[in-house]
């Protein structure tokens, strides 16, 4: 599959998994590298593409080291932070979206009072709470002008339990203003049961009648699914894939219909899969009548759209118009 495609499926789509953070535009990542005069190893968007792009099946560690590169142009500035929010909104418009949640670390994008940031970049103003408003107002305004609904997650990261509240917080405080869930990602390796602020967390939020989505089953053993499920109270899952090793686990997420959020061109590039997607899980899924959605996850280090990912539902695991619809 090539990235960038042209948009096969013009019909109204949804979209549950796109991360704001790595779906920014290469011009404007250039625009705040020059205005801020930071250093970035590209001179042009050819270059910068090509620094930060996973263009063949690689490792989801790698896949995450790319955003190291474009971070701290982005991080800490007001006016970057508002402008990736509107123009994600009319990007999705242009590919036939109609509503989407677009997830993000409001700690990731600040620079006050957040240690320690993976960039090193913690000095400023920008505190995490002020970044969701800034991020709300961009969506807000992306909505009046493109006409589509979109609504808001904030990503807790596992390996900053000290963030964990600090995100619980927002959830509730701004859901009036579009903060519609919590999710959480990062190492899925660590193991909640050692980790009892993550369940914390979750119950607070659970608490507060915020919805939960978490990373899980991407690269990770099926375990860390069921903990999900479990221990943090998900109502969706981020990718899921390894979940069909575990029938008796695979059995209990379609009874409860928990919705999985599946990534097909993501879960190759970041060698979570098999890259041949006619024995993709996604393909179990759809036979079983599982409740799940196709995402771009981060179409900018992907070079992907959407479309990307229904061409190749349509491609390879013979999705049917009717199945789009369904989803
Ligand atoms: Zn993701």
């Not at 250039?30 to 620094?51: F, M, S, T």
């Amino acid at each position: 599959m090539a990235g960038k495609t042209p948009a096969p499926f013009p019909k109204p789509k949804v979209e549950l998994h796109v991360h704001l953070d790595g779906a920014i535009r290469l011009k404007t990542i250039l625009h705040y590298a020059r205005k801020r005069e930071i250093q970035l190893p590209a001179e042009n968007e050819h270059e910068l593409q090509k620094l930060i792009s996973c263009g063949k099946p690689s490792t989801l560690t790698d896949a995450l080291l790319k955003f190291s590169y474009y971070m701290p142009v982005i991080a800490g500035s007001r006016e970057a932070i508002q402008q990736i929010a509107y123009e994600l909104v009319e990007d999705k418009a242009n590919e036939g979206v109609i509503y989407f949640e677009a997830r993000y670390s409001p700690h990731y994008l600040a620079n006050y009072n957040v240690h320690p940031l993976p960039w090193g970049q913690s000095e400023g103003d920008l505190s995490p709470d002020e970044v969701v408003q800034i991020v709300n107002q961009g969506f807000q305004s992306g909505q009046q002008d493109f006409g589509i609904k979109v609504r808001s997650i904030l990503r807790c990261i596992h390996h900053m339990e000290a963030w964990l509240t600090e995100v619980v917080q927002p959830c509730k405080e701004y859901e009036n203003e579009g903060v519609v869930g919590i999710d959480l990602a990062g190492d899925e390796s660590m193991d909640c049961n050692s980790h009892p602020g993550h369940v914390q967390a979750f119950e607070m939020a659970m608490k507060y009648g915020v919805h939960r989505t978490v990373h899980a089953g991407e690269v990770s053993p099926p375990r860390v699914t069921r903990e999900a499920v479990e221990l943090l109270k998900a109502e969706r899952i981020g990718h899921g894939y390894s979940v069909i090793q575990d029938p008796l686990l695979y059995k209990e997420l379609l009874h409860k219909q928990i919705h999985i959020e599946a990534c097909p061109y993501s879960s190759v590039l970041t060698g979570a899969c098999d890259p041949d997607y006619t024995k993709h899980p996604i393909v179990t899924f759809e036979k079983d009548k599982a409740n799940f959605s196709l995402n771009t996850d981060d179409p900018l280090v992907f070079n992907s759209t959407i479309h990307t990912d229904y061409i190749i539902a349509a491609e390879y695991m013979n999705f049917s118009e009717a199945e789009f619809m369904t989803m």
